[in-house]
């Protein structure tokens, strides 16, 4: 008798913590707590979004076809997509890790009287979500913040605040790739008949212009070619696919550059083809330098940043001879 009491009383108290359990999770949802998000918006409805820091504005948005983001300048350049990544999606919901208080008598104390940062998101029907972020808490862990309309005081992860801030501080122009200098072995020019090959020395670092007789390059200039050759801007996404190269140079290309990486990276290829109709622009297509997906992209690339990377192949600047400088 005793033990089926008791199995009846564990049973009722399973039944009894269960419903429990889910109607405090229901009643959770259904509350929609506003203290758990700053804000909530619909990523793919984001179009456009402002971003002031300590004064200074970058704003970004996206072509009406919904392929490319773009940082606004003279002229608008799409953004490096390897670092811009899931940026839309940081920005439609982040998340509070605090609510402080619900007013905030003196927003100039925590730094949101101004705000460090201002941000504005946008979506396609025009709605406008404002929130500010303030100064680091005392132990660095959280930033303080507010949403534009809302007297609450919060904190966000400071990681999550200076992401947002970055996106001023260090926007990410757009770059045909980016590569650790650390891992490159070799870089090799092809120009019609001729071939321009520059190789590293084991255990020195040294650098050298391959050939029967290899002549050392000069050190500082190569230093600024290898920084020029890290991450090459890109200035313009002219077409998504490539349907006849020869109309651009590209079949053959007017200049072939390799980069030879050690560790199993892959190597980087890049073709350069011909000066745009405007004059102001060479055409690019990145042929190789990913394993995880193909660049079928045509790009343009101003002629005063390709034509000082065509120049180590025509003119390079060796040790103790003048030839080619990168310009900034």
């Given amino acids: 008798m005793n033990l089926r009491l008791s199995i009846l009383l564990v049973v009722v108290l399973v039944i009894f913590g269960g419903t429990f359990l889910i109607l405090r999770f229901t009643d959770h ?13 619909n990523e793919g409805s984001i179009v456009k979004f402002e971003v002031v820091h300590q004064g200074e504005a970058v704003n970004y948005y996206r072509d009406p ?4 983001w773009y940082i606004e300048g003279d002229p608008d350049v799409p953004v490096f997509q390897q670092r811009w990544g899931g940026t839309p999606l940081l920005l439609s919901g982040p998340g509070v890790t605090r609510p402080l208080s619900d007013t905030i008598d003196n927003p100039a104390e925590f730094g949101l009287d101004p705000p460090e940062t201002a941000v504005t998101v946008i979506d396609r029907d025009g709605n406008e979500v404002q929130f500010h972020l303030g100064i680091p808490t005392p ?20 990681e999550w605040a200076q992401v947002v801030n970055r996106l001023v501080i260090d926007p990410p122009v757009g770059r045909l790739y980016d590569i650790d200098l650390r891992t490159v072995l070799l870089v090799q020019f ?14 020195t670092g040294r650098w050298f212009l391959d050939g029967e007789t290899p002549k050392p ?10 920084l020029m050759l890290k991450n090459p801007r890109m200035d313009q996404i002219i077409a998504y696919d490539i349907d ?11 200049t072939v550059v390799v980069i030879v990486r050690q560790g199993g990276e892959p190597a980087i290829e890049f073709h350069i083809g011909d000066v745009t109709p405007d ?24 002629t005063s940043r390709i034509d000082q990377i065509i120049a180590l192949a025509t003119d390079p600047a060796l040790e103790g001879e003048a030839g080619a400088t990168p310009q900034s």
């Fill in 279 to 302: 004059g102001d622009h060479r055409y690019v297509s990145v042929i190789a330098g990913s394993l995880e997906s193909k660049d079928t992209n045509l790009y343009g690339v101003l």
């Fill in 190 to 203: 092809f120009r019609g008949d001729d071939t321009t090959r520059y190789v590293i020395e084991d255990g």
């Fill in 217 to 226: 390059v000069d050190p500082g200039a190569w230093a600024e070619s290898l």
């Fill in 244 to 254: 006849d190269p020869t109309l651009y140079g590209l079949e053959p290309p007017d």
């Fill in 29 to 41: 949802n259904d509350r929609g707590d506003p203290r758990i998000w700053l804000y909530r918006i």
């Fill in 65 to 68: 076809a919904g392929r490319t």
């Fill in 139 to 158: 132990d660095n862990k959280n930033q303080y913040a507010r949403l534009v309309g809302d007297d609450t005081l919060f904190t966000v992860a400071f």
